[in-house]
């Protein structure tokens, strides 16, 4: 059964670089049949798409975040991240990874718990 | 403002069948599959319909069409569990950005 796990501060300051990382075991982030991505859900609002990345280190990211977004993946850990800049408290979310159904990134099948990330001073 | 839409809510009883939508236009959901995601209160999303497939565990009163640039997602025998918040997906090749629709919520009464 695969399994998503991401990791990172909980609290950020405004201005600095959020770092998270999502853990997968159970697969492997190598695989060429999946688009990993990255989503996140503010308080009381909706899912955002955030960005994925493909084996090859392809990626895809959100237009309206684009300019602070980088994404990358480590096949040595099994692992892919997310890096976002300049947060500001607009950015407090739950972080979530997932995994696309196929290359197609039209939907996701599995997900990871979520970690929420506070932008605090 | 969602590139898709939903219905803020929904409401049906125990045994009832609802039909959530998720509109589009031609060059998202008139092209591409659909994704349909559940969440409940403080959880993690979870995938119950992925094109015209039932992911393992989901129940088969879940299912999914598509009309158009209209997709539908229909719960048929409504359960208690089943409320929750519901999210739909697709590819916008002219945005070249994963949509999502800005979420439903079903109240069962």
């Known amino acids: 059964q695969l399994q998503l796990q991401e990791s990172g501060p909980g609290l950020v300051k405004p201005s600095e670089t959020l770092s998270l990382t999502c853990t997968v075991s159970?697969?492997?982030?190598?695989?060429?049949?999946?688009?990993w991505g990255w989503v996140r859900q503010a308080p009381g609002k909706g899912l955002e798409w955030i960005g994925s990345?493909?084996?090859?280190?392809?990626?895809y990211y959100n237009p309206s975040l684009k300019s602070r977004v980088t994404i990358s993946v480590d096949a040595s850990k099994n692992q892919f991240s997310l890096k976002l800049s300049s947060m500001t408290a607009a950015d407090t979310a739950v972080y979530y990874c997932?995994?696309?159904?196929?290359?197609?990134?039209?939907?996701?099948?599995?997900w990871g718990q979520g970690t929420l990330v506070t932008v605090s001073s | 403002q969602s590139a898709l839409t939903q219905e803020a809510s929904v409401s049906g009883t125990v045994g009832q069948k609802v039909t959530l939508s998720c509109i589009g236009n031609s060059k998202n959901i008139g092209t591409y599959a659909v994704g349909w995601y559940q969440q409940t209160s403080h959880g993690a999303p979870k995938t119950v319909m992925f094109g015209d497939s039932l992911p393992s565990g989901i129940p088969d009163r879940f299912s999914g069409s598509k009309s158009g640039t209209t997709a539908s997602l229909t719960i048929s025998g409504l359960q208690p569990e089943d409320e929750a918040d519901y999210y739909c997906s697709t590819w916008d090749y002219s945005l070249s950005a994963m949509v999502l629709g800005g979420g439903t919520r079903l109240t069962v009464l």
């Open positions: 159970g697969g492997s982030v190598s695989s060429y049949r999946y688009y």
């Open positions: 997932a995994r696309h159904t196929d290359t197609s990134m039209v939907h996701f099948d599995y």
């Open positions: 990345i493909y084996a090859s280190g392809r990626t």
